[in-house]
């Protein structure tokens, strides 16, 4: 019932930046929750950054003052800013969308830093 679609994704030399962004359709998400995951290889899902249906954000330590979540309700979207990019941000991303019925999750897109 819903599709999540990530973009922006590719690779960056350490330090620069990308904006990664996932589009809802098939249901808007309204008020609903948002989110990103990333996996790197080998390694289990990790929590990034999430925001609520008030528009209150979270975020993972390892990123907090880099990356910047953001949604636009109008356009069911939700965007990852992402600055000052590490080599350990090296990851699949994923976004999610939770409602009632669950949670909801994208395809992955890319992010590659290299040093």
């Known amino acids: 019932q819903v599709q999540l679609v990530e973009s922006g994704g590719g690779l960056v030399q350490a330090g620069g930046s990308l904006r990664l962004s996932c589009a809802a359709s098939?249901?808007?998400?309204?008020?609903?929750?948002m989110g990103w995951y990333r996996q790197a290889p080998g390694k289990q899902r990790e929590f990034v950054a999430h925001?609520?249906?008030?528009?209150?954000?979270n975020y993972a330590d390892s990123v907090k003052g880099r990356f910047t979540i953001s949604r636009d309700n109008a356009k069911n979207t939700v965007d990852l800013q992402m600055n000052s990019l590490k080599p350990e941000d090296t990851a699949v991303y994923y976004c999610?969308?939770?409602?009632?019925?669950?949670?909801?999750w994208g395809q992955g897109t890319q992010v590659i830093v290299s040093s």
């Open positions: 999610y969308l939770d409602r009632y019925t669950g949670r909801s």
């Open positions: 925001i609520n249906n008030y528009g209150t954000t």
């Open positions: 098939g249901s808007t998400f309204g008020f609903s929750a």
